[in-house]
């Protein structure tokens, strides 16, 4: 018996990188897999490619209306949940110099608070046993330049790990975060920097991880099935970095 077969699981951002990757990895095994993203055309060709039992909603994480009525559709098909990853996330780097407050409110809404409001709306949906897995960044522990506003905001999410694991296991609901490194994914593209600096970033960065690679998605989306598994019954609270040894060696 696959791992989770007869679950549901809701993947939000699941219509491309990371997101995509654990969604494609919980419909191997078994799960019924709820993908959302903003952008139609994308979640559309991801819920193709997940299978006619995959349900892709448009969903916008910075938008707290919005999560009222994710909700509210899921109750009404009555839906509960077994596992939620949430990963939709933006990432802009600046200078210290030169953020503004946009760029800051941006982060923030659908980093941070749109993540802790996505949880508390969709937490009545909650079977007894659910995992959520929150989606991190060494960036919270790293000193990078440019990465101020958003690493603050991955920091802020592995804080939520832990004070929400505590006001959530009494209703049976495990809170972990997983903590990527640099990992090849379409967000790279989406930083807010010219090519050149993009490109120059992308190699310094490299040779600051022991392995002297990017990580994949496939291998993040690993660890959040791990974390949502029955296997992983006894961790709460946890950050889980997967970062080729960049922030521990």
Not at 20 to 28: G, R
Not at 48 to 53: C, N, Y
Not at 170 to 187: E, H, K
């Amino acid at each position: 018996m696959k791992r989770f077969e007869n679950k549901t699981v809701l993947v939000t951002g699941g219509n491309s990188g990371i997101g995509l990757a654990t969604a494609t990895q919980f419909a191997n095994e078994g799960a019924r897999v709820i993908i959302t993203g903003r952008d139609l055309a994308t979640l559309e060709e991801a819920r193709e490619q997940l299978g006619s039992d995959a349900i892709a909603l448009q969903y916008d994480q910075g938008n707290i209306s919005d999560a009222k009525q994710l909700a509210t559709e899921l109750k009404a098909q009555g839906i509960h949940i077994d596992a939620l990853f949430i990963n939709a996330g933006v990432a802009k780097f600046a200078p210290f110099s030169d953020v503004d407050q946009a760029l800051w409110d941006n982060t923030f809404d659908v980093n941070v608070k749109g993540a802790y409001f996505t949880i508390q709306a969709l937490t009545p949906l909650f079977n007894r046993g659910a995992a959520v897995v929150l989606n991190g960044s060494i960036n919270a522990h790293i000193g990078m330049p440019t990465s101020s506003v958003y690493a603050a905001s991955k920091a802020a999410l592995i804080s939520l790990a832990k004070t929400l694991s505590s006001e959530l296991v009494g209703v049976g609901v495990r809170v972990n975060v997983v903590s990527p490194g640099p990992v090849a994914t379409p967000l790279y593209g989406r930083l807010g920097l010219p090519e050149a600096q993009l490109s120059a970033m992308a190699a310094g960065i490299q040779q600051q991880i022991p392995l002297k690679r990017f990580g994949t998605p496939d291998e993040v989306a690993g660890a959040v099935l791990y974390l949502s598994s029955p296997e992983a019954a006894f961790v709460v609270g946890t950050e889980l970095i997967i970062d080729g040894g960049m922030s521990q060696l």
